[in-house]
């Protein structure tokens, strides 16, 4: 691909919280389009990685509507369940990605686990693969992370999935308590995005 400028990218996802978050990070001169736009439903992720599944969708999207597609695949790792959720954070939520029903089955495992775990610093941490296709060929793939631990319970109703229980490192919020702006700046899909700016 030669260098010209993206003015209009599809965004891969049918998730109204990711698109908020990626449509805030990207340039206010790129028109944005959503997968709901074209009523298209996510293609199956059967990666191994987040980047394998972001690429899965990224590829997929394109070839549907000849448009360059930037995707996005993300989740929780928690140390103490060997990482999971991890690639699976969504399908914890079951089919209709209830993400109460995702966190209920975190901490009913983290029980599981260890009887003392809210005395203890359980090890977390964010991840998001970012990729860019233009119909079969990539245009780029990265990783973005924000370490952190797990909340002793869900605190605020900002943000989505995980974001109540996810306390990043060094800060005393929630994702789910902290402002949107505030969270913007420092979660995994900024830390991702900072990477995949130049190809934009």
């Not at 690429?55 to 394109?62: A, D, E, P, R, T």
């Not at 996005?72 to 969504?90: M, Q, R, T, V, W």
């Not at 793939?141 to 370490?147: I, R």
Request: glycine content about 8%.
């Amino acid at each position: 691909m030669s260098k010209q400028k993206i003015i209009k990218l599809l965004i891969g996802t049918n998730n109204k919280g990711k698109l908020r978050e990626i449509k805030n990070l990207l340039p206010k001169n790129i028109k944005i389009y959503s997968t709901s736009k074209f009523n298209l439903k996510s293609p199956t992720e059967n990666g191994k990685t987040f980047k394998e599944n972001s690429l899965i969708k990224s590829k997929y999207f394109s070839k549907k509507t000849g448009m360059i597609c930037l995707a996005d695949d993300s989740g929780l790792e928690i140390d103490l369940l060997n990482k999971e959720p991890g690639i699976y954070s969504a399908r914890w939520g079951g089919k209709h990605g209830d993400f109460n029903k995702a966190i209920k089955r975190v901490y009913r495992d983290l029980n599981k686990r260890d009887k003392n775990w809210k005395n203890k610093k359980i090890k977390a941490r964010f991840i998001c693969a970012l990729s860019m296709s233009d119909l079969n060929k990539k245009i780029a793939c990265v990783l973005g992370k924000v370490e952190g631990q797990i909340s002793n319970e869900p605190k605020g109703k900002n943000g989505f999935g995980y974001d109540p229980i996810f306390i990043p490192l060094n800060k005393k919020k929630t994702f789910g308590q902290m402002k949107p702006s505030q969270k913007y700046k420092l979660d995994h899909r900024y830390q991702a995005f900072k990477k995949i700016k130049k190809f934009l």
